[in-house]
């Protein structure tokens, strides 16, 4: 089967087209033919360490191989039909449409992947194309874990998402509009009606205005854009109970959280969101529901992977970047 492979970190031109051995399910697991990826930050971080927080240093290299990768494929995100299922396996069926993530799995990037039946894989929402299903996952589990469970964002707050028109800030636009809240978008000039479009109730553009001068106070910051701004910067932006969810945070976030923790006032939230079957069937039902769509910046071809990721590490997509994965005689 055709793959993209990479053996070495570095740029996007590390990775290469190959032909590769066709993947074969375990007892409890199953074989997806994919139609669908995409390019998340996790991707790119593994791949050539673009988007790592800031204190975390070598720590992924730690994670994911010290001199060469230990996975050799990568791709997190993915939406596919079922081709096979392991003896073991009673979730799903051969021809089931489905969608997931699988952050230390990966292997996505390619014709043919394996995923445990027990893991973040859920039927396909029936409304979606496999690219906008693709498209899901990864920035729609994040904002849910945050807004959902850590913040419990009730109806009335106020929240500010910096970096909206991101791949986890489109998300939470529209997660944070569904539970109620009066939302502020930040983004650039270029993305400021796509924001408006998924349901801020107020944008502002970080090229002429600096939301932390502005006066306005939040109960809610949710921080997707790594390194740009920080607890310490956001303080007089957040109401006194406030919570500033930092979603890109690094080292100086996680020592912010322990010790907020333990005392009064403004707290921060940093962590890593599970991947569970739960959140995908739950966002089945919101998207079957019509309450969130997924937002595509650009999609290509599996062959051109490495110009999506070279697209990916400028930090500027609008939502997601799919991969598409074609089959002879599939369209």
Not at 85 to 91: A, E, I, N, R, S
Not at 257 to 274: A, D, R
């Amino acid at each position: 089967m055709k793959a993209i492979v990479y053996t070495v970190y570095g740029p996007p031109d590390v990775l290469h087209l190959q032909d590769v051995e066709k993947p074969t399910p375990k007892d409890s697991e199953v074989l997806i033919r994919v139609y669908a990826a995409t390019v998340t930050a996790g991707d790119v971080n593994v791949r050539g360490f673009t988007f790592v927080p800031p204190g975390f240093g070598p720590l992924p290299r730690l994670m994911f191989g010290l001199r060469k990768p230990k996975k050799t494929i990568l791709g997190t995100e993915l939406a596919g039909e079922i081709e096979a299922v392991g003896k073991d396996v009673t979730l799903f069926k051969k021809g089931d449409k489905v969608f997931g993530i699988g952050s230390e799995i990966f292997g996505a990037y390619a014709e043919y992947t394996c995923r445990p039946q027990a893991g973040a894989l859920a039927i396909k929402p029936a409304n979606l194309t496999y690219e906008e299903a693709a498209a899901v996952p990864f920035g729609a589990v994040t904002a849910l874990y945050f807004l959902r469970d850590m913040a419990k964002l009730q109806r009335g707050q106020k929240a500010l998402i910096n970096g909206a028109s991101g791949g986890v800030g489109t998300y939470a636009i529209q997660l944070a509009k569904y539970y109620g809240a009066e939302i502020t978008g930040v983004c650039s000039t270029a993305n400021l009606a796509l924001v408006k479009s998924l349901g801020a109730d107020k944008v502002i553009d970080y090229t002429k205005e600096d939301f932390t001068q502005s006066g306005e106070t939040y109960d809610i910051i949710l921080d997707t854009v790594v390194g740009k701004t920080s607890f310490s910067r956001c303080k007089g932006s957040l109401k006194p109970k406030g919570l500033y969810l930092a979603v890109a945070g690094g080292l100086q976030e996680m020592g912010q959280m322990l010790w907020t923790s333990i005392t009064g006032g403004q707290k921060v939230i940093f962590g890593s969101p599970p991947e569970r079957k739960e959140e995908l069937i739950f966002l089945k039902e919101l998207i079957e529901a019509g309450k969130i769509e997924s937002v595509i910046d650009r999609r290509y071809p599996l062959e051109q992977t490495a110009e999506a990721h070279r697209y990916v590490d400028k930090g500027h997509k609008k939502g997601n970047v799919v991969i598409t994965v074609e089959h002879s005689g599939i369209t």
